[in-house]
C-alpha cells in the first residue's frame, strides 16, 4: 500500500478513497510541490477527521460531532418508548462515559441499544462518534458509532467512592455524602410556560472540601427542613457549572437522605494576611470581636440587616460583614469560624473587608482544633452531633469558668484592698507574645511562657496593670 491509502486506512471519515485520493491532488498542486504526498494526506485527514476532543471536558453542546476516547462507567436500563411516525418501537440505551478531565452522558439508539445490554459493561473504553447536546442533567452525547479500544488506559476508578473534589461537569446519577454546612431560604420564580418554579440552595462539606447543592421544585423543602451539622446523602443528584464553579444538582429523580452516621469536614482556607482586593477566598479562624446586628432600608424599601464581625487567624485579621440572614448566626467572640466564598473588597478607613453575601457560607465550627502549620489556624472537623457553638465560651457578664463574680476575677475585695494574686479567664484570640486574652467583655494582653493556641480557654493568675498582665502560673 502507498502513503494515501494508508492514510485512507487510519481515517475516521465518511468519504470514499477516491474522493479522499482527488483531495490529496488537490493539496499538493495547491502547496506547489512544497508537500509531498504523504505530507499531503496527512493535512487532508486532519481536516476530514474533524470533531475529535482532546477529552471529555471538551465537549459542548455547539458542536456538530465529536469524537473522543472515554470509559464505561454505568449501563442504565434499555427503555422502549413509540415512535410518532410509525407503529414501530423504539429503544434507547443511556451509559455513563468517563475520563480523566470529566464524565457525560451518552445516548444508544435502537438496534445498538438493544445490543448494548449484552455487549457492554462497566470498565469497557470506547472510541465513540457522536453528536453533543444540552440534556436535562447536562450534556449528552447521542452516538452514532462506538469501537471498543481494548488498548488505550483511561485513568478512572470504576464504582470508587464520590467525594466533593472528585465531582465533575456532566456527571449524573451522584451520590455524595457530606455534612451540612450552610441552608438558603426557598426562593420562587416563573418559568417560561407560565407555571412558577422553587429552588433553594445547601451547602455540604467533607473531608475532601465542600459542594453547593442546588436543590428543585419539590425538593426546595429540603433546605428548610435540614439543619447545620447534619450528615445527608444526595442520591442521583447531577453536576452543572454556575459562573465557574461546579454545582450539584438535585431534581424530581433525586433525593437527600439523612445519615445516622457522621460525615467530617476538613475545612481548606486562605490565609488571612494574604488576602486581597477583589478576590473571592475562604478564610477561617477565632472571632475577635462580634458588632451588633444593624438594618437598614434599600433602595427598593425592603429592609436588610448586617452584622459586623472580626475573624483572626495567626497571619492577620479581618473585618467580615455578614449580610442578610448570615447576620442571624450565633456568634460570640472566641469561636471558631469558616467563611467561604467572601469578597474581598476595600472597607472602612482604606481597610481590606471580606463580604459574605447569599452565595456565601459561613459556619461555626465546635470543638475544632488548630491545623493549618505554624502561619495560620486551622479547623479540624465539624461533628455531625455539634452542640451550641457558644458553650464553654466567657459570657458578656463578666464571670469566669467557675462562676466566680468580677471582683474575685481581679482578686480586689469591695473595700479595694488586694485579696491575693489576680486572676483573669478568657479565649485567646492572640497567641504569641503577648497572648491576648477576650473574656467577652474586656481585653487583656497577658505576658506568659506558655504554649496556647486561637480559640482556647485558659486562666492566668499573677500581677495586673490595667490592661497588662504579668503571668505566674497559666491553666
Known sequence: MGAIEDTYADLDADVSEEEFREAVEAKVEQMGGLADEETAAMLIAHELDGGEVDAIADIEPGLEEVKFLGKVTSVGELRTFERDEDDEEGHVLNLDVADESGAVRVALWGEDAVRGTEEIAAGDVFRIKGRPKDGYNGIEVSADRLEPDEEADVGVEIGGRVTADSLSMGQSDVNLRGVVLDTDSIRTFDRDDGSEGRVSNLTLGDETGRIRVTLWDEQADRAEELTAGQSVEVIDGYVRERDGSLELHVGSGSDVDELEESVEFVPDADDIGSVEIDRTVDISGVVRSADPKRTFDRDDGSEGQVRNIRVQ????????????????????????????????????????????????????????????????????????????????????????????????????????????????????????????????????????????????????RGRRDGERFVADEVF
Open 313 to 460: 487567624d495567626r497571619t492577620g485579621d479581618i473585618r467580615v460583614a455578614l449580610w442578610g440572614d448570615k447576620a442571624d448566626i450565633d456568634l460570640a467572640p472566641g469561636d471558631e469560624v469558616f467563611c467561604a466564598d467572601v469578597e474581598i473588597q476595600d472597607g472602612w478607613q482604606d481597610e481590606l473587608e471580606a463580604s459574605a453575601g447569599w452565595r456565601s457560607t459561613v459556619v461555626v465550627l465546635d470543638d475544632a482544633e488548630p491545623d493549618r502549620g505554624s502561619e495560620s489556624a486551622g479547623l479540624d472537623e465539624f461533628a455531625d452531633d455539634a452542640g451550641d457553638p457558644t458553650e464553654g465560651t466567657p459570657s458578656g457578664g463578666g464571670t469566669d469558668s467557675s462562676g466566680d463574680s468580677d471582683a474575685s476575677k481581679t482578686g480586689t475585695g469591695a473595700d479595694g484592698a488586694t485579696e491575693g494574686p489576680d486572676t483573669f479567664t478568657g479565649t485567646v484570640v492572640q497567641p504569641g507574645d503577648p497572648i491576648i486574652l477576650d473574656d467577652g467583655d474586656e481585653t487583656v494582653r497577658v505576658e506568659a511562657d506558655a504554649d496556647v493556641h486561637l480559640g482556647q480557654e485558659i486562666t492566668v
